[in-house]
């Protein structure tokens, strides 16, 4: 199948030099490893059930979108346990750490995803229902 995508040209040159850098000459096969990795992220996030310690971190512009993140924040208080917040230049980088029902840090996580001002969202499960 082909396929295309817009991406900035900043995202396209730093991939780019990551692939080459690991020796992956082919940038459809290194978009398909990156893709594969995204999905089987997801479906850990997605198939983890009961109870979970997580960090979910994530990157945003602060001035733009502060008061929603704080809004989201405050409805998921009952499985956010702390969180800590740093200043990279325009960006701030934010952690929160995470106990509770899978389901409701996966509905975080993904709420968090929506906002535009944020880049992106990682999340580590430290402990699942299944340890």
């Known amino acids: 199948m082909r396929t295309s995508v817009n991406l900035p040209d900043e995202l396209v040159d730093e991939f780019d030099r990551a692939r ?3 020796g992956i000459e082919n940038r459809s096969r290194a978009v398909r490893e990156a893709m594969r990795e995204f999905v089987e992220a997801h479906s850990r996030l997605e198939d983890t059930t009961g109870e979970v310690v997580a960090l979910v971190g994530f990157d945003y512009r602060h001035h733009e979108v502060i008061r929603e993140l704080h809004g989201a924040q405050h409805e998921y208080q009952d499985v956010i346990l702390n969180t800590s917040h740093t200043h990279q230049g325009e960006w701030c980088l934010e952690s929160l ?11 975080l996580t993904y709420r968090l995803r929506d906002f535009d001002a944020v880049r992106r969202v990682k999340v580590m499960l430290i402990r699942d229902g299944a340890e």
């Open 20 to 22: 080459r850098e690991e």
């Open 97 to 107: 750490f995470c106990r509770g029902d899978a389901e409701r840090v996966r509905e």
